[in-house]
C-alpha cells in the first residue's frame, strides 16, 4: 500500500493525578483546536463512565463545543455507548449536532459499556439493564430514525426523529475490537474503525478487519469497505523522551486494570515506580501495540500498521500526563507524516 496516510485523533480526556475534569475537558477542546491546525480529518471523543483516568462521560456535549471552536475539521463520536441509550434520543442529538454543523458531524457507535456492570446499571435506572443481545436492533433502529425510514411493522414507526433531516446526516460508524463488531459492521454497510489502541488482542486486528472487508454489504449508506484504525501513540524529538512521555500512559493503564486509577501520574512517579515481576510482564506486552519514538520512528510504525490493516486511513490516541507533551506529540506525528499537505 502507498497512499499517504490520513490521520485523525480519538481523545478519550484523560485526568491527570491532581488534577480536575474540568481541566481534562478543557485540555480536549484546545487539543481540538490545534488538531485541526495541524491537519486532521476528524477529532472523536470517547465515553467512559466512574473511571478516574477519564472525564468524558458525554460524547455529545463535548461534540458541540469541539465544532463550536473550530471551524472544518470533522468532529464526532468515538464512541456513543448505545446499549446504554434510547436509539431516538441518540439520533435527536445527533440531529440537532448536524443541523448546526452541517457535513461535519460523525456518529461513531460503540458496543461495549465503556463502564463496569453496576454504572451500567445506574446508566439503565430505573429500567432494567439492556443485555448485549438488544445492540443489533438499536443499531438497526438508529439507522431507521436517521433515515426517517423505520420498518413498516417497527412498533415506533409513526415516530419521527427532530429536527427533520436537512442536506447532511451524521456519518454513522460501527466502532470495536472484536469480530462481533466487524461483522455487523459489514452485514449493515456501515464504516467500521477497529480500537488497536485497546492493547490486548490486537494481533487478531488485521483478521478481524479483513473479516469486515470480504463480508461486506453494499449499503445506502456506504458502496465499499471503509475503515479506521486506532493506535496508541507518544511522539517526542528523540525515542528517549517519548519512552519518558510514555511512562506516565502506562503507569497509568497498569493501575487502571488493577483497579488502584486516580488519574495519569507523573512522569516523575512513573519513572519511580518499583515494577512487580508481573507488572512488568504486563505492561511489556501493552506496549508492544503502542507507537512510541521521534518522529521518523513513529511515522514507520504507522505506515507498517496501515500495511497490516491495509488501510491509510488511521487515528491517533495519545495519553500523557503533560498536557503540553501532548500536543506536541500529535504536532510531530503530523510534520512527520506530512498530513496538512
Not at 9 to 21: A, C, F, M, Y
Not at 322 to 335: G, H, I, M
Request: charged share 20%; glycine share 8%; aromatic share 8%.
Amino acid at each position: 500500500m502507498t497512499r499517504k496516510l490520513v490521520l485523525s485523533v480519538v481523545d478519550q480526556s484523560p485526568i491527570r493525578e491532581g488534577g480536575t475534569t474540568a481541566e481534562a475537558l478543557q485540555e480536549t477542546i484546545k487539543l481540538a483546536v490545534a488538531a485541526e491546525s495541524f491537519g486532521y480529518q476528524r477529532y472523536w471523543v470517547a465515553e467512559h463512565h466512574n473511571l478516574p483516568n477519564f472525564a468524558g462521560t458525554s460524547p455529545e456535549m463535548m461534540i458541540g463545543q469541539i465544532a463550536a471552536h473550530t471551524k472544518t475539521i470533522r468532529v464526532g463520536s468515538g464512541g456513543v455507548m448505545l446499549s446504554h441509550y434510547s436509539p431516538l434520543k441518540v439520533v435527536e442529538n445527533f440531529r440537532i449536532l448536524d443541523a448546526l454543523y452541517p457535513g461535519r458531524i460523525d456518529l461513531g457507535i460503540g458496543r461495549a459499556p465503556g463502564s463496569d456492570q453496576l454504572t451500567a446499571a445506574a446508566l439503565a435506572f430505573p429500567g432494567p439493564p439492556r443485555t448485549i443481545e438488544r445492540f443489533p436492533q438499536q443499531v438497526t433502529d438508529v439507522l431507521g430514525y436517521l433515515a426517517g425510514a423505520m420498518a413498516e411493522n417497527h412498533p415506533f414507526a409513526q415516530v419521527q426523529a427532530t429536527p427533520s433531516s436537512g442536506e447532511t446526516a451524521p456519518e454513522v460508524w460501527l466502532l470495536g475490537s472484536r469480530y462481533e463488531s466487524a461483522y455487523m459492521a459489514a452485514q449493515l454497510g456501515l464504516p467500521f474503525a477497529y480500537a488497536h489502541f485497546f492493547g490486548m488482542g490486537a494481533q487478531d486486528g488485521p483478521t478481524i478487519v479483513e473479516g469486515y472487508r470480504q463480508h461486506f454489504q453494499p449499503s445506502a449508506h456506504l458502496a465499499e469497505p471503509k475503515i479506521n484504525v486506532g493506535v496508541q501513540v507518544v511522539c517526542a524529538e528523540t525515542e528517549e523522551a517519548a519512552l519518558r512521555v510514555a511512562s506516565s500512559r502506562n503507569l497509568g493503564r497498569l493501575r487502571s486494570v488493577t483497579g488502584r486509577a486516580k488519574g495519569i501520574p507523573s512522569i516523575e512517579d512513573a519513572l519511580a515506580y518499583k515494577y512487580r515481576a508481573d507488572e512488568l510482564a504486563f505492561v511489556q506486552q501493552y506496549t508492544q501495540n503502542c507507537v512510541d519514538g521521534d518522529p521518523q520512528q513513529v511515522k514507520q510504525s504507522l505506515e507498517a500498521i496501515a500495511e497490516r490493516y491495509q488501510t491509510p486511513d488511521l487515528s491517533v490516541v495519545t495519553i500523557c500526563y503533560n498536557f503540553e507533551d501532548r500536543v506536541r506529540s500529535y504536532e510531530l506525528v503530523a510534520e512527520a507524516c506530512e498530513i496538512s499537505k
